[in-house]
């Protein structure tokens, strides 16, 4: 198999087999090996992620303590996840509106009467090859919408898109850049299935 998850996440996945697709299948085996699947992927250092920010009117591309400016953002959208956040230490966070804390302020987030939680859209970029997270901030959501709109009137699948990302003033423009193509869309597909255990564990 071709291995497409990055170099950060394989370390902590060694040597459970091919089939990283099934989380609970995973979680019995380090059971079997006395680990804890939640420690361990505590484990991961957030740091070492590769994200995308945008600063200054500039996307960069951040590896570590690395910042390298981007001429031009086009990726493929593997997942979307709406995040609220109490606070910057996440005392209280959660992934489309299902609570991420062992004592949240609400079960679910609908019924939350706390009102100062943050919002963004984090989404997981497929691009150069290997996955991306980036946020977009609550001021950036609209300009999002109005791309999902798009994508809805032109029958296109998110993950069937190239999307283009532009700073105009500070915020994100995004537009469809054409179709992907039948081998990108396997391996981004595939790259999606394997990550989905830590798309639903990481907090950034």
Not at 11 to 31: A, P
Not at 88 to 102: A, E, H, L, T
Not at 107 to 130: E, F, P, Q
Request: glycine share 4%; charged share 25%; proline share 3%.
């Amino acid at each position: 198999m071709t291995h497409i998850v990055n170099d950060v996440i394989e370390k902590y996945l060694k040597g459970l087999g091919e089939n990283l697709t099934d989380k609970e299948r995973i979680k019995k085996q380090f059971e079997k090996l006395g680990l804890n699947y939640h420690e361990e992927l505590s484990k991961l250092q957030q740091d070492d992620v590769p994200r995308i920010i945008i600063k200054h009117n500039q996307f960069y591309m951040q590896c570590g303590e690395s910042n390298a400016p981007l001429e031009h953002l086009e990726a493929i959208v593997m997942q979307e996840q709406l995040i609220r956040a109490l606070d910057k230490q996440f005392s209280c966070y959660s992934i489309d509106g299902k609570p991420r804390v062992s004592n949240p302020v609400s079960k679910n987030c609908d019924n939350c009467t706390d009102d100062k939680c943050t919002m963004k859209i984090r989404l997981w970029l497929w691009a150069w090859d290997r996955p991306f997270v980036m946020a977009l901030h609550p001021e950036m959501l609209t300009n999002w919408n109005q791309y999902k709109l798009k994508l809805l009137n032109s029958r296109l699948p998110m993950i069937a898109a190239n999307t283009v990302f532009n700073l105009v003033e500070g915020n994100v423009i995004v537009d469809i850049g054409g179709t992907v193509s039948k081998e990108s869309l396997a391996t981004v597909v595939q790259a999606r299935s394997e990550l989905r255990g830590l798309m639903d564990e990481f907090n950034w």
